[in-house]
Structure formats: C-alpha cells, structure tokens
C-alpha cells in the first residue's frame, strides 16, 4: 500500500536512482509509488531548487582587517566581477582566499524546464595595512590639504634619453653587524651621496624624464614589531616611526634632487621586507607632490610593474616570487601590446644584493630580454655576517635609454665608507 508522505530516505533513494539513469517507471517500481506520484515530486523539487538557486544574492560584510564577498549569480562569474560589484578599493584590501564554481540549474518557462547555468564566487579580504594606519593616513592627508609643499619647477628638455634610476634594496633601518657603519642617518645620506653621484654623471645627456622604482625593500621591516611582511625579525636602528620619517624625507629630497634636471616618475615595487610599509611612503609622496605635474606616482599593487620609453619596454619586480627564466614570457603575456611595439626589453631585479645578468632569446633568435639583478646600497646584518654573506660590493646604477636605440649605457656609482 502507497505511504501517504514522502519520508527524507524515500526521496533521497529517488534522486539517487534517478541520478543513475534508471527510467521514471523503474524508479517508481524500485520504491513502490505509482508512476505519477514519483513523476511529480520529482518535478516539484526541481522547480523548488529551481527558484531557490536561481535567486540572486550578493553579500559584502566588513569587520575589522577583514571582509568577505559572497555572489551567487550568473553575471558575477570571476573575483574581479565581485570587487568591481562591491566597489573594492584594490589600494585598501587585497583578496586572501577566494572559492568560484558553478552548477546547472533547471528554471520553469511556462510548462517547460530550463538549464541555467550559476556561479558562485566567495572572496575572503585583507586590508593591505591595518585599518587604524589607513585611518591615520587619510587623517594626515587631509590635515596636509590644507598645506602644499613649495616644489621645485623641473625644467622641461626634449631630449630622447630616459634616465632610470634603480636604488634597489636600500633597507632603511638596518643595523650593520660587520664593522661597517650603517644605521638610519647613515642608510640616509648613502642614499642622498648616490642620488647626487648618478645625477651629475648624466648631467650631460639629453635627459627627458626621471624614472624612480620605489619599494624594492626600501625599508627593512614592514611593521612596528621590527619584522619583515612574513614576521622575520631584523636588526634594526631605533623606532619604526623614526625609521619611517627619515625613509620618506630621503626620499622627498631624492625627488626633488631630480626635479633639478628633468620631470620625474615614481613607480611602486613591492619587496618581501616592506610592501605595507613601502605603500604607506608611495601614499606619502603622492600627497606630497600632489599639486606638481612634473611628479607622477605609480601605486598600482601589482607585483610586476611595465614601462615603455620609445623601443624599450622595461619591466621591474622584486625577484623573490618569480622564476627568473620565466619572466620574459610573463611579460609578453602581461603586456603584449607593448611587447609588440618595442626593440629592446629589460627586466630590472633587486632581491639578491649583487649585480648579474642573463639574456634570454625569444623564440625566433632575432631579439632578447636582459634579466638585469642589481646591486643593493644595504649594509650587512647579523645574519648575513654569521653566514658568510659579506663579499657584495654596494652600489646603486642609473640606465640611459634611448627612445630610438634602446639601451644606451648606465653609470654606477660606489658606496665610499
């Protein structure tokens, strides 16, 4: 005799069974129901799941540091879709964990069923810093509005040089360990003695525009508890925040040290000791040389920044992430158009504190990207010393490119004890 309710083992067996391809007949035999008893409630469930999956929904909840983003939809289909949805600022939050798949969905149309397919996308967020330094910062942005720094007017040459100037891993707030002096007043003038070195050795070139990466482990650590992004503590010289204030007036009399020659353009590189802390400073001279137009600030947060003067198409990242032998298929997949329109292709790594370089050949041998590691102005900590790590000259570089020829030489200049 037919129950009269459907018990939840009962309709669990009917999906199953029919799941497996068993014929509507036989589903009904195997469970003892009539043919159109299992007919319906197989029907009736689908158009209940139906409208239960097929109802949009999009979450965003802040709390803290953290912040999540839940989309079950068909037009949200990628991370990027949801953080475009919920307006994301890419500067602020950065996505920790991310979870995206999809299902087949049946929905009524009048007596029929049809296929739809949904996509959920589950993002898990972090602030790039903590929310009580952002809040700071725009404090202090706001405060400086109402103040606007006497920038010098840079002159205004149409030469075709670009002039690069790579200070790679100075790590501001290192503590030497190897009898060198290099502390923060000291990191701060070897850096200011370089600029002023590498400026005047290309005071005779035809020089259009300034190019600065800034970051490449500028700063030491990444926080007030004296250690890098992933918590390795390091030998440091005094207070984060004097650390800090020095690193950005160093870097304010750098700027304006070029401004004296030509427009400069700053570009953000993140390291493995300072990203927080490199963005904080990129924010700070963005604010600072808000009211120059000789002064742009490139703070995009991605990892691996692209830059095209005429035939050259020069790359920057840190060198700590990537495969040094993939990286110049990385950047024609990143850039291709700017691949396609340039001769000669660089790639500028910091990281390693020594210089070296490697040149890889396209596929059809009639070019080549130089993979360039470049020296580090950085003295020696405890670690490095205990190691052996002691043998690496410091040094910081400046490379001409010509808009036409490509690479047109670069000039060094040595760290003097």
């Not at 290192?174 to 502390?183: E, I």
């Not at 070296?356 to 993979?371: F, L, S």
Request: with cysteine; charged share 25%.
């Amino acid at each position: 005799m037919e129950r009269k309710k459907w018990a939840d083992t009962d309709v669990e067996e009917l999906r199953r069974l029919r799941a497996s391809g068993m014929s509507m007949q036989d589903c009904a035999d195997a469970i003892g129901r009539s043919y159109g008893s299992v007919k319906n409630k197989l029907q009736n469930d689908q158009i209940y799941a139906a409208k239960k999956n097929t109802e949009e929904r999009f979450e965003h909840s802040v709390a803290g540091n953290g912040a999540t983003i839940t989309s079950v939809s068909e037009r949200i289909r990628t991370p990027a879709d949801a953080l475009a949805y919920a307006e994301i600022d890419d500067d602020v939050w950065l996505i920790d964990r991310q979870v995206v798949n999809s299902w087949e969905v049946a929905a009524k149309v009048g007596d029929d069923l049809e296929t739809r397919t949904l996509w959920q996308v589950k993002l898990w967020l972090k602030r790039r810093a903590a929310k009580h330094v952002t809040d700071a910062l725009d404090a202090m942005f706001a405060r400086m509005s109402e103040h606007v720094p006497a920038v010098p007017k840079a002159p205004r040459p149409a030469g075709p040089y670009l002039a690069e100037l790579s200070l790679f891993d100075v790590h501001f707030g290192k503590l030497a360990y190897d009898g060198t002096s290099f502390d923060v007043s000291t990191a701060e003038r070897i850096f200011e003695d370089a600029v002023g070195a590498l400026l005047d050795r290309v005071t005779n070139w035809d020089v259009s525009r300034i190019l600065v990466p800034v970051g490449n482990d500028f700063f030491n650590v990444d926080n007030w508890s004296g250690t890098t992004a992933k918590g390795t503590p390091q030998d440091s010289d005094g207070p984060f925040s004097r650390v800090f204030e020095s690193g950005c007036a160093a870097m304010v009399a750098a700027v304006e040290r070029c401004l004296a020659v030509a427009p400069v353009d700053l570009l953000w590189v993140p390291g493995n000791h300072d990203p927080s802390t490199s963005f904080y400073l990129v924010r700070f001279l963005d604010a600072w040389f808000r009211s120059s137009d000789d002064v742009t600030v490139d703070r995009d947060h991605r990892p691996r920044k692209y830059v095209r003067h005429g035939c050259n198409l020069l790359g920057f990242t840190h060198g700590d992430q990537e495969a040094h032998r993939d990286l110049p298929a990385i950047m024609a997949a990143e850039v291709p158009a700017l691949w396609a329109a340039t001769t000669w292709r660089e790639i500028h790594l910091g990281h390693f504190h020594r210089a070296r370089q490697t040149v890889h050949r396209t596929t059809d041998e009639t070019g080549g990207v130089r993979v360039r590691v470049l020296p580090s102005l950085s003295g020696t900590d405890s670690w490095h010393f205990q190691k052996g790590y002691v043998a690496n000259k410091r040094a910081a570089e400046c490379y001409l490119w010509h808009e036409s020829e490509g690479y047109a030489g670069h000039v060094s200049t040595n760290v003097q004890e």
